[in-house]
């Protein structure tokens, strides 16, 4: 009611206004004049309080205005009158400049909010320039440079404001862990294209962006991070680098220090340090919980791409559980049902990944043991598993707006040890067990008739599986078929309703975790056939290639990985640049 009471009081304001009613100044803005209360417009800014004010006014009825085109003082005193002011992009800035000249904060934080709201590979640089000088614009500042940092491959290629920043900023960004780079080739690329925009000037300056041996400079060019063959064919033989003098003793002592040469010297040693260091992930996986050693374990773990290896993130004090399912949904981490050795759990709890800290939240109508999980439209859903009796059909729905599950249309099949995703707005969920023999089948819920119905089955039976989407396509992977467990992968298209067989794994695996990090496949741990293992491998689109990475610090089964992204403090979840070693998994 209060605010219907001030949206009608400022209308019949602007109503009066508009109609020159009760009008006691005129604006003066070059040749155009506004009528004006000054009442109003001393409740929308302490300049106009102090301009109206019998100190400097000396009675008189008009007011000069100078440095303001009519047109924005028009939008300014429509704001002060009615709170409301069409931002578009051919006034924001100066609409932001002048608000901020005399002091109206909402209308800075509007246009603030509506740059913000228009943040681009094309337009970040200018946005992070145009709000470097203002105080009150310090949040979309920081918001700019970290757009930028986030999206530097885009703004390389489709920024032409890269070419008129400063040399300055150029080594602040390029300088920084946070640049989210998978290639560094990248970063070498964007220098040359910046001294291209004026060679003469620029070029000198090739010098000051490679790296030096000191711990003063920022971190600028990895260049050990680059492909050897990039390394000699585009950096230590381009004619910027041979042509300039002060290149020479950085790519003498680089070349030595890449290729391991003479790296005696404790400056040889840091440097080498320093062409290595890996840039900070945007998105880092975690791997939680799961059988190990013959139990469950709480162990939690957090896979740092960029510098190959995993990092402990087991809290003090945790319930071990395996055999769960987990999710991401805003900002935080579910975990979902699960085994203890003891206890069958119908159990939730969310992580909160800013604060990591557990909190339990509404438990599940049944105990879910193998669960299989996913989410859609801001829901999580939970299907089959275990109850401890009985393998399940049922399945779940939970809303956290309102804290509550809800039961959906059951399964046709009974299914244990199945693996969900979605996809075009639709669950899929692929294989499992059934209490006597491992699903080939798969069948898709759609949220919108409450309804499953089967898809095209498998080419292999598998229970135990990972079950990812990507490209518009369900990838089933692994898993146990009765007999043996499984290297092979298969891919649904459902355009047309079939399966078919890519690249297997490494190692055969069942009961692991399988997400996408940065466009690539991971499969993490599981059981091999005779054991659980601590072994990762890596599924290369590009070239239809399995590889190993880092292995985790310890062999589990049943665990439940997930994928974090968009942290406000990636560093809590990543390896210690400053103390890891080069080129070490660890």
Known sequence: MENEINFTAFSVFDEVRLEGEHTDAIIRVKDTEFKVHKIILCGCSPYFRALFSTKWSNGQHFYEISDVSPQIMS???????????????????????????????????????FLESQLCPENCIGIFMFTEHFQSC???????????????????????????????????????????????????????????????????????????????????????????????????????????????????????????????????????????????????????????TGGPTNKIEAYDVRADCWVNLTPEVDTPKAYHGTVVLDGFVYCIGGFDGVNYFNSVRKFDITNQTWHEVAPMYERRCYVSVTVLDGHIYAMGGYDGNIRLNSAERYDPKTNQWSHIASMNEHRSDAAAVTLHGKVYICGGFSGNDCHFTAEVFDPKTNQWSFIA??????????????????????????????????????????????????????????????????????????????????????????????????????????????????????????????????
């Open 75 to 113: 939008l300014i005193i429509q704001h002060a009158y009615t709170r409301s002011v069409p931002i578009t992009e051919e006034n924001v800035q100066e609409l932001l400049v002048v608000a901020d000249r005399i002091l109206i904060k909402d209308l800075v934080d509007a246009c603030c909010g």
């Open 138 to 292: 310090s949040k979309l500042h920081e918001k700019a440079m970290f757009y930028i940092l986030e999206h530097f491959k885009n703004v390389v290629v489709l920024s032409q404001e890269l070419q008129e920043l400063p040399l300055k900023h150029l080594e602040e960004f390029i300088g920084q862990d946070e640049l989210n780079i998978q290639e560094e080739e990248i970063v070498f690329e964007a220098i040359l294209r910046w001294i291209e925009h004026d060679p003469q000037e620029r070029k000198i300056h090739i010098a000051t962006l490679l790296p030096k041996q000191t711990v003063s400079l920022l971190f600028q060019v990895r260049m050990g991070l680059m492909t050897s063959d990039y390394y000699e064919n585009n950096v230590k033989s381009n004619p910027l680098v041979t042509d300039n003098e002060f290149c020479s003793h950085v790519i003498d002592s680089a070349t030595k220090a890449l290729y391991n040469l003479n790296i005696s010297e404790l400056s040889s040693q840091y440097l080498r340090k320093q062409l290595m260091r890996p840039r900070l992930p945007p998105t880092v996986l975690l791997a939680i919980g799961g059988w190990s």
């Open 457 to 586: 089955p498998m080419m292999n039976r598998r229970s135990g599986l990972g079950v990812i989407s990507y490209g518009n396509r369900v990838y089933a992977v692994g898993g146990f078929d009765g007999a043996d467990r499984l290297r092979s992968v298969e891919r649904y298209n459902p355009d047309t309703d079939s399966w078919r067989a890519i690249e297997p794994m490494i190692t055969p695996r069942s009961n692991f975790g399988l997400e996408v990090l940065e466009d690539r496949i991971y499969a993490v741990g599981g059981f091999n056939g005779s054991s659980t293992t601590d072994n990762v491998e890596c599924f290369n689109w590009e070239t239809n290639y399995w590889y190993e990475v880092c292995d985790m610090t310890i062999s589990r089964s049943a665990l439940s990985c997930c994928i974090l992204s968009g942290l406000p403090e990636v560093i809590k979840y990543t390896a210690n640049r400053d103390s890891l070693p080069t080129g070490v998994c660890q």
